[in-house]
Structures are given as structure tokens and as C-alpha cells.
């Protein structure tokens, strides 16, 4: 029988029991799978390929605006109000213009002032008192604000344009030089409307679904045009044929055949006294049903 002291577990001079080989084996285990992994070696990067000319991407929509496309891009659509119908004897008392847009049909700003007049003769038509026209008000400033819209516009459009042009480069009116544009007599407006040769603004804006609300001041014509604009899905073939560059023609007709210059937008007595005349292109008047001629002089007689 083996006594205490044989006890081959048991170390000589101390009383903690050592651990056996099997013991040692499992403990070795225990500690080397506690132990964390050795982290993988970071891969290296490999660098980048220079990009060639053919790689690059051309830049999006959002990092650099939309080319405007050629053709008329803004028009200025004004109207003006007077005290009579002479620009040698009378003056221009008000204005009003828009600045718009005729791709996105919309309107970019708009202005209208009163120019300082003593006397108004035709304030029953304009409903403009010469009193209300020196009231206070910052005319001047509206009138730069007015010179700027025209400087940003590619032409410009009034309806009888043959009337409002010859107020502009008269007193502080600046003169126009661009290119003019006339509702009334330029443009050709779709059959379908149903409209006359020579449409006025309340005819457009009734053909257009546009409501007719307001009594006639310079820029209430402007409104119901920019809104004729804005429901005319032809407008932009439509003004490019009315900038074609015109000359008044005489219709060469008999007095049984007179309701063909008529239907052709024609008037008898104006410009020419005596005859059936239109401005025209030389493209329309060739497309006319009947023979016309040129006339060089607008103050001549047939």
C-alpha cells in the first residue's frame, strides 16, 4: 500500500497537486484556442489605369447647363398707350412689356409704367387721366428695367406693331433696332380657330380659351398674348415665318372678285387708298390664289 509521500502527483516540499501530462496536453489546447487568429496580410492595391480620351465620361446634365436650341428664344411682347395716333403731334403716355420665354412658354418678367403727359385727348379711349400720369412713381427706374427685358430679348412683338414701333427713339423711349414681330398681320394662326385674317387681342384670347377680364391698358394686351402663347403648341414655326421680311402688295383683282383679296386678309382703303393691300413674304405672296403686285411706295395711290 502506497503511503502519501509516494504519490507521484504530488510535487516534494509542496502541498498544490501538478498537473499531469494529459492535463498539460488539454490546457495547451485550452490557451492556443483562445488565442486570437493572426490578422491576413493586407493585400497591396494594385494602381489605377490612367483613364484614355475615349474613357472619360462627358459630363452629366446637372454639371453644365442645356445648350438653347437656335431660333427665337425670348420675345418681347409690348404694347403702349398714347394721347392720339400721330407720333409727330402726340406722345407715348404708358408701356408694358413681358419678357417671355418661347420654349418652356413662360413668362420671365414684365413691367409697366406712365410717362408724365399735360394733356391726354384720347383718355376715352385709354382711361388714362394726364393727372394720374404725374402722380409720383418711379417711371425712370421702371424704364431701365424695361431697356434690360428688350437688351435679353431676340425680337420683339406688338399687336399693329405698325403702330406702337413709331413711338420708340421719340422722347426717353430708347430706339428698337431688332427684329419685329406683328400678331395681327405676321402671323398665320391655325385654321382650326376659326379666326379672321387680321384677329384682334380679344379675338385671340377667346379662340385660345384665355378669359377676357380687364379693361384696355398696355400690359392687359401683353397678358392675354403671353397666354395665347402659352396654349399655341405652333409657335415657334409660327413666329419663324413671321420674321420672313415683308413688303406691302396690291391685289390685282376685279371689283366682282374683290371677296378673294377679302378672305386673304386684305384691306381695302389702308395703307394704299383705292386698292386692296397686305403686307406679305415674298413665299406668301406667291402661294395667293390671285395676282398681286409690289409696291415700292406705301403713301403712293392705285
Known amino acids: 500500500m502506497a503511503t502519501a509521500g509516494d504519490d507521484p502527483s504530488r510535487n516534494p516540499g509542496t502541498d498544490s497537486p501538478s498537473p499531469s501530462g494529459w492535463e498539460q ?85 414684365q413691367v409697366s409704367f406712365l410717362l408724365p403727359c399735360q394733356a391726354n385727348a384720347a383718355e376715352a379711349v385709354n382711361g388714362i387721366a394726364a393727372a394720374v400720369t404725374q402722380r409720383p412713381q418711379p417711371w425712370q427706374a421702371a424704364l431701365q428695367c424695361f431697356e434690360a427685358m428688350l437688351a435679353a430679348a431676340d425680337a420683339v412683338l406688338a399687336h399693329n406693331a405698325a403702330f406702337d414701333r413709331q413711338w420708340f427713339g421719340q422722347g426717353v423711349l430708347p430706339a428698337i433696332s431688332k427684329p419685329w414681330v406683328c400678331s395681327m398681320e405676321d402671323l398665320r394662326w391655325p385654321a382650326d380657330r376659326h379666326l379672321r385674317a387680321n384677329p384682334s387681342v380679344r379675338d385671340l384670347a377667346l379662340a385660345y380659351g ?57 384691306r381695302w382703303n389702308e395703307p394704299i387708298n383705292g386698292a386692296w393691300s397686305r403686307r406679305l413674304s415674298e413665299r406668301e405672296a406667291s402661294l395667293l390664289p390671285f395676282p398681286v403686285v409690289a409696291v415700292e411706295d406705301q403713301r403712293r395711290t392705285a
Open 25 to 109: 496536453t488539454d490546457l495547451l489546447a485550452l490557451v492556443s484556442a483562445m488565442e486570437p487568429p493572426a490578422p491576413a496580410p493586407i493585400p497591396t492595391p494594385e494602381p489605377a489605369p490612367t483613364p484614355s480620351s475615349e474613357a472619360i465620361a462627358a459630363p452629366g446634365p446637372e454639371s453644365c447647363p442645356e445648350p438653347e436650341a437656335p431660333g427665337l428664344q425670348r420675345l418681347l411682347i409690348l404694347d403702349t398707350e398714347t394721347t392720339g395716333l400721330d407720333s409727330e403731334q402726340h406722345h407715348c403716355i404708358e408701356v408694358g412689356a413681358i419678357l417671355f420665354d418661347v420654349p418652356h412658354r413662360a413668362v420671365l418678367s
Open 210 to 266: 384665355v378669359p377676357v377680364w380687364a379693361a384696355h391698358r398696355a400690359l392687359t394686351d401683353c397678358i392675354y398674348l403671353a397666354q395665347v402663347f402659352e396654349r399655341c403648341p405652333e409657335l415657334e414655326p409660327m413666329l419663324q415665318a413671321g420674321l420672313e421680311p415683308r413688303r406691302l402688295y396690291r391685289a390685282r383683282l376685279s371689283y366682282d372678285e374683290r371677296h378673294k383679296a377679302r378672305e386673304a386678309g386684305f
